[in-house]
């Protein structure tokens, strides 16, 4: 069972356009959101997060909004560039028992900005 | 220059044989997780350490061990009873509510 869904595999924009890569998710108990971009053969790298208790935040031209009683988040990038040309993945964070989080990842939206 | 390194970058055994990944981490976190990524997959949890001494599986722990004797350290074994295990394998660490990556190490079974 998904528990955080990112329905769109790939999404292509052209640059300077705003791009909008879509998550969803399924268990209420989530209290903190992350977006990660990942560059093959490289890890994850940290993007713009989100806690719970807000709708909205914004870093530069990445912005992520949060619908709770939809559960949905979204992470908008404006204007679009090619460097933003990566693999995007949603995740939701969780206590476990023992205090540290842990994260559960979509299985990512590849992005591409073309020139 | 604190960060969390995996070694090797590229790794390739043959099938049946055991296999272990490295991955060490300066940045003074207690939490070390261990994720793979397959295509079309995204990343999922292999095991997690919370503190030294203490792991605990993650949602695909089989096939694999590790442990925890250093707080620096998280060392990954891939073992023979494991599939499936060609794949590019992730270790983190977090600090506070976000986790820092590793560069990953891409193994491949012939």
């Known amino acids: 069972d998904q528990q955080v869904k990112q329905n769109s595999p790939s999404l292509s924009v052209q640059e300077g356009r705003i791009s909008i890569l879509n998550c969803d998710y399924t268990n209420s108990m989530f209290d903190y959101f992350l977006w990660y971009k990942k560059y093959p053969a490289e890890g994850p790298t940290f993007l713009i997060s989100?806690?719970?208790?807000?709708d909205k935040n914004e870093d530069g031209r990445f912005t992520v909004f949060l619908n709770k009683s939809a559960k949905h988040l979204s992470l908008h990038i404006v204007p679009s560039q090619p460097g933003d040309s990566a693999v995007y993945f949603c995740?939701?964070?969780?206590?476990?028992?023992?205090?540290?989080?842990?994260?559960?990842f979509g299985k990512g939206t590849k992005l591409t900005v073309n020139p | 220059d604190g960060g969390i390194t995996q070694s090797p970058k590229y790794l390739f055994r043959k099938e049946g044989q055991n296999v272990t990944l490295s991955c060490e981490q300066n940045l003074n976190h207690d939490a070390m997780y261990w994720y793979r990524q397959d295509p079309g997959q995204g990343l999922r949890l292999i095991y997690y350490?919370?503190?030294?001494?203490?792991?605990q599986k993650g949602d695909i722990a089989e096939g694999y061990s590790v442990s925890r004797e250093k707080k620096e350290s998280f060392p990954l074994t891939v073992t023979s009873a494991q599939k499936n295990p060609t794949a590019f394998y992730l270790c983190?660490?977090?600090?506070?509510?976000?986790?820092?990556f590793g560069p990953g190490t891409r193994l491949t079974v012939l």
């Open positions: 989100i806690s719970s208790i807000k």
């Open positions: 983190a660490s977090t600090g506070g509510w976000r986790q820092f």
């Open positions: 350490s919370q503190i030294v001494n203490d792991f």
């Open positions: 995740a939701a964070s969780a206590l476990t028992q023992g205090g540290s989080e842990k994260l559960v």
